[in-house]
């Protein structure tokens, strides 16, 4: 079943951090970086491969390597040079759409 929460902990504390205010994921290493959609963030560590199996199937788009971002939080897709994107979120926030990506992207993004 997909996640509902992911707990991440805080100092000596366990926060839960609800999926559904989830906005990206992006990897740092060994770490994955959590943002939400009131601008928290929040560091776990896990394999984005992994998370990305346990998040609720079309939520999330999966833009290169290492991020994942929300469907409903795209606000803009920018045709950038050699055939990728870059993707505007509601927050301002830019983040590039990798080469191998930018076909499922527009794929699943930019058709009717």
């Known amino acids: 079943p997909p996640l509902a929460r992911i707990p991440v902990r805080r100092r000596d504390d366990v ?3 609800p999926v559904a205010q ?4 992006v990897a740092d290493g060994e770490l994955l970086q959590l943002t ?5 963030r929040h560091t776990i560590t896990y394999r984005l491969k992994d998370l990305e199996a346990r998040l609720p199937a079309g939520e999330f788009v999966r833009l290169s390597r290492g ?5 409903d939080a795209i606000r803009k897709v920018s045709p ?7 993707v505007t979120l509601a927050s301002g926030a830019q983040l590039p759409v990798s080469r191998l990506r930018s076909r499922i992207v527009r794929d699943q993004l930019l058709r009717l």
């Open 67 to 71: 991020a994942l971002v929300r469907v």
């Open 22 to 25: 989830l906005v990206t994921v």
């Open 36 to 40: 939400t959609t009131s601008g928290e």
């Open 80 to 86: 950038m040079p050699g055939g990728t994107y870059l």
């Open 15 to 17: 926060v839960l951090v």
